[in-house]
Each structure stands twice: as C-alpha cells, then as structure tokens.
C-alpha cells in the first residue's frame, strides 16, 4: 500500500470551509475516481501563531494506482467545475509525502482517525 499524507498551511479565516468541503465534496470524488480517503481534518495545533493548518491521508494501491487516479481526478470535469474553485482559494501552500505501508497499518490508522470517510 501507498500511503499519502497531505498538509495544507491555508489562508486566515478558511478553515472551517475547507475542512467541510474537504469531508464532504472532495472526499465524494475522490472515492468516485478510487482514492481511498482514510482521514482528513484541521490540525489540532497551529504550527505557528495564527498559522491554520490541515491534512488530508490518502491510500493508493500501488505507486502506479497513485499516478493514475491523481490525473484522471484532478482532470475530471466533477473536480474542475466542482470544488476545486473553492477548495484552492483556501490554501496558501501544501506538502506531501509519500511512503509505502501495510494495508494492516492503513486500516489501523483509519480505526484510530475515526473510520473511512464515508461514500456519498
């Protein structure tokens, strides 16, 4: 297993739309295109003074499954005409990494976040 984690630094005041947006629209395309979203959410603390922050953990497959899902989801006409707007309006800046783990331990982390996001 592939495993994705994403943190967002986002610009004052977004939060709270960008976390809604993320667990809802988002997270409903991403499982349309078969990304596994195992958490997302603000961060508990802010890295630094008034500095909002976010992440988003994702599971793929392979390497190659990561590649392939990412660009026929950030192509789609669901993403681009949907969310994407408002969804990058909020960030200021993201980092990724990217690691290979046991389905074991995704499920782990997916119990211990609180369970998959939900398929709409």
Do not use: K
């Not at 408002?86 to 609180?114: K, P």
């Amino acid at each position: 297993m592939i495993l994705e984690l994403r943190t967002y630094r986002l610009r004052p005041g977004t939060t709270g739309v960008f976390v809604r947006l993320m667990s809802g629209e988002s997270a409903a395309l991403l499982a349309n295109h078969g990304i596994r979203v195992v958490a997302s959410g603000a961060s508990l603390v802010p890295e630094a003074e008034g500095i909002e922050e976010a992440y988003l953990i994702r599971a793929f497959a392979s390497l190659e499954a990561r590649d392939l899902q990412e660009t026929a989801f950030y192509a789609s006409s669901e993403w681009v005409d949907g969310p994407r707007a408002a969804v990058l309006d909020c960030i200021d800046s993201y980092h990724t990494i990217v690691l290979e783990t046991s389905e074991e331990a995704v499920a782990a982390l997916e119990r211990a976040m609180g369970g998959t996001l939900p398929p709409f």
